[in-house]
């Protein structure tokens, strides 16, 4: 008997035309919601994890927000720190350089929901990488994951390198392995967030 799909018919109308993601899609289970309208926050988390274990960055990451009043750290509280005590709680001083930077990004008001939400993907990785410290990837997993927009494709992520390698039998390496995940990836359109999400999940490593 067929296992049924975790999936809204009409997105596996799309994505189950893939034989391969088809039954990766079927051997899984159903995706939860990340959503969050706290981009800042995402945004800092995420600098804080970077090059970290997921246990080592929720530590440091922890012992950085109870700095805070109600382990927010607000931009202008941020901006406040001496680095002393950014270090106190774990940070690399190239993380606190990033950290400042994403707090000034800020409070100029250019993390504001409402003006995020209004751009459109390239849009928006253009304007967070403005961010020294932020780069592609951080932006991306901040779409999928944060924002939840549908159709993101992580080419550069080592995760999605290695499910498709694995479950697409890929032996290039380099370019020509990113343009020929690019060239499968095009028959997941509208939904490459989905079927990427599942592809990490067969790996059972999805980033946070």
Do not use: C
Not at 167 to 180: A, F, S
Request: aromatic share 8%; net charge negative.
């Amino acid at each position: 008997m067929t296992k049924p799909s975790p999936l809204a018919p009409e997105i596996m109308a799309i994505l189950g035309q893939d034989p391969v993601l088809e039954k990766i899609i079927r051997n899984g289970h159903p995706l939860k919601s990340s959503r969050s309208e706290d981009l800042y926050f995402k945004l800092l988390s995420a600098i804080v994890s970077q090059q970290l274990s997921t246990k080592a960055a929720a530590t440091i990451f922890a012992r950085f927000t109870s700095l805070y009043p109600d382990n927010y750290p607000h931009p202008e509280l941020v901006l406040q720190t001496t680095d002393e005590m950014l270090r106190s709680a774990g940070l690399s001083f190239q993380k606190i350089g990033y950290v400042q930077n994403v707090a000034v990004f800020a409070s100029e008001d250019k993390l504001e929901h409402v003006t995020i939400d209004a751009l459109e993907d390239e849009a928006l990785i253009l304007h967070l990488t403005q961010i020294k410290g932020v780069g592609r990837w951080t932006v991306e997993m901040l779409l999928m994951f944060a924002l939840e927009r549908p159709d993101v494709f992580p080419v550069d992520d080592l995760g999605i390198q290695n499910a498709m390698k694995r479950h697409y039998n890929l032996d290039e390496t380099g370019k020509p392995l990113k343009l020929r995940m690019q060239e499968i990836a095009e028959n997941w359109r509208p939904y490459r967030t989905i079927a990427s999400k599942y592809l990490w999940q067969s790996l059972d490593n999805i980033p946070k």
